[in-house]
Antibody, heavy 122, light 111 residues
Framework: QVQLVQSGSELKKPGASVKVSCKAS????????MNWVRQAPGQGLEWMGW????????TYAQGFTGRFVFSLDTSVSTAYLQISSLKAEDTAVYYC???????????????WGQGTMVTVSS | QSALTQPASVSGSPGQSITISCTGT?????????VSWYQQHPGKAPKLMIY???KRPSGVSNRFSGSKSGNTASLTISGLQAEDEADYYC???????????FGGGTKLTVL
């Protein structure tokens, strides 16, 4: 079935880096964009940006430039989110979600990963 | 890009209908028919309930419906059931510079 499976929870110290993976299966990886969404504890959903799975071109939302990097490995149908110089306020659940807006498919986040909890604490 | 505005909470009794509003601007909700709604139970990933304003994905109950008027989109849930108790988020496309913007979320309590 169509699914996105993310890597497991991470506990990191301030200043460290983390790389979260999102592996797609059950569909053609390059037929949908991949988005990243953050949810801080007790807070709402925040769109971080997306990556074009055909070109590898990333687009970052305001507030997610500089320390955040989206990347792909299309050979294994996997998207990555890397966060560097981690701060306590980066503590959140990070979700990947596909959308088909620019690919002629359903224009919404129809499939979500299960989420990856990243905790930043000394 | 500012978040879309949703009420913090709504409630209803089983069998009743409720409506959750989502107010944006002429740059997002008002300009595109690309509003979607997501249901999120505690500790779970969001689930798509409505897309492109009023369309339901396969498998979503027809008790859920979406609409839009001007800069405000709405989600209506009819015949409330206990399992509808969850957080609901709206989301709208906001153009190529901002792409997607979420609402702040609404907690639905089934009394």
């Amino acid at each position: 079935q169509v699914q996105l499976v993310q890597s497991g929870s991470e506990l990191k110290k301030p200043g460290a880096s983390v790389k979260v993976s999102c592996k797609a299966s059950g569909y053609t990886f390059t037929s949908y964009a991949m988005n990243w969404v953050r949810q801080a504890p007790g807070q709402g959903l925040e769109w971080m940006g997306w990556i074009n799975t055909n070109t590898g071109n990333p687009t970052y939302a305001q507030g997610f430039t500089g320390r955040f990097v989206f990347s792909l490995d299309t050979s294994v149908s996997t998207a990555y989110l890397q966060i560097s110089s981690l701060k306590a306020e980066d503590t959140a659940v990070y979700y990947c979600a596909r959308d088909g807006l620019w690919f002629g498919e359903l224009s919404a986040f129809d499939i979500w990963g299960q989420g990856t909890m990243v905790t930043v604490s000394s | 890009q500012s978040a879309l505005t949703q009420p913090a909470s709504v409630s209803g009794s089983p069998g009743q209908s409720i409506t959750i509003s989502c107010t944006g601007t002429s740059s997002d909700v008002g300009s595109y028919n690309l509003v979607s709604w997501y249901q999120q139970h505690p500790g779970k990933a969001p689930k798509l309930m409505i897309y492109e304003g009023s369309k339901r994905p396969s498998g979503v109950s027809n008790r859920f419906s979406g609409s839009k008027s001007g800069n405000t989109a709405s989600l209506t849930i009819s015949g409330l059931q206990a399992e509808d108790e969850a957080d609901y988020y709206c989301c709208s496309y906001a153009g190529s510079s901002s792409n997607w913007v979420f609402g702040g979320g609404t907690k639905l309590t089934v009394l």
